[in-house]
């Protein structure tokens, strides 16, 4: 196996559950398999909230730890060239300690338990025999991604009295309903979500269709559509989303150089705002450890208080499909800021040292896009510097282990929001285990 496959399967197995099944039943026409993932993380370090984490989120929040078990059972029977399939998982969290998201603060152990994954499907691939998943539909509680998950990808909240804020694991929407056609080089999809929202007032319905055109090799170009219909923020409810992304080659002899790239337009009555990203990479295979090195370019609105109108962009149901996306920082993305009102610069080398390890090294600059927006307290843009160290150590096909270190030093604008001046350090060991 080389290097690259050894990479991908890496960030794989970060953004991906259950890797490994257990057979339990196996026939000529179906089957029925089972899982098991564990999953667990714990934090330490020092001047959380640059120092003044009490008088942020009523709580130190220098060290906690975090845990995760998710038991699940697939099956699927076929019939001629038709698929009926299945899940069923329940994911239980728990937090001991408060964690510096705020969400824990006055929590005793915070834990629960809930039902996962819970749908039924169909596809077909009758109607074009070259294609094998021609036609995919499919209801019940599951999880669906747009794109690297700018906007949609994690459906459900952790964190607060549910526990394992960090680790995530909960990500399936409710109620779903999604129509997928796969017509190589075009994919269409339709799809019906409801988010989890720790509080149902949060609750987002999500409407929408997206639309992928994937020519030979040399990338993606997408267009996705998404209108909120269901929520009871008057500045959210029917908000019209129009997205377009893309990810290329942009000269095909140099296969390492990508571009890929991002931008959404929001609007209703109360609202009109807008963000995206732009990225260059290259990895340079002949140098040792097969370097890649990327720029990426954030811009995420803010509202302007001295307009009538809301340009704060709304983050949707963002989620994480590699480090830095969509958590922006092990610090600033993870405990402070989502996708809103921030703009970012990052800087990123990745590295294989050997074949089962992958070492990132993460830079970040970030600044409000409108600092009026938090405050007549905060009159500067500059809001912090974040460093992050991450080594991910794939350990076999079914267990993962990895460290980081992160250290963000507030600037101005970051200690006028905080009221504090202190470089913030965080240590973090996550491991996670399949079977």
Known sequence: MNKQSIISLCL???????????????????????????????????????????????????????????????????????????????????????????????????????????????RSGKFMPAHEDFLDISIGRQDYKLGSGFLIYDGANDGGSRGAWWIGARQSFDDTVLVKINWQPIKFEFFHLNTRARDKKNKLGLTGVNIEYSPSNRGTIAFSYINAGVHQNSNVKGLNTYDIRTNFLPIPQLADLQLAGEYAFQENKQTQAQGGYAQLSYQHKPWPWIPKFTYRYTGLEGDNPNTTKNEGFNELAYGFSDWGTWYQGEITGEHVFGLSNLNSHLLRVEMAPIESILVNIMYYYFEFNRATALGSQVNSQHFADEINIIIDWFVTDSSLLSASFAVTIPGKGGQQFTGGNQAWTQFMLYGSYTF
């Open 12 to 122: 794989i197995s970060l953004s991906l559950p259950s890797q490994a099944e257990i057979e339990l039943y196996t026939h000529a026409k179906g089957a029925l398999t089972a899982s098991l993932q564990l999953q667990t993380a714990t934090f330490t370090g020092s001047d959380t909230w640059f120092g003044k984490a009490q008088e942020n989120i009523n709580s130190p929040a220098n060290s906690w730890w975090e845990g995760s078990l998710e038991p699940s059972i697939k099956g699927h029977i076929t019939f001629a060239d038709t698929q009926f399939y299945s899940e069923f998982s329940y994911l239980y969290g728990i937090s001991v300690g408060h964690d510096s998201s705020g969400l824990t603060a006055g929590l005793d152990t915070p834990n629960k338990g809930l039902i996962e994954q819970g749908y039924l499907g169909w």
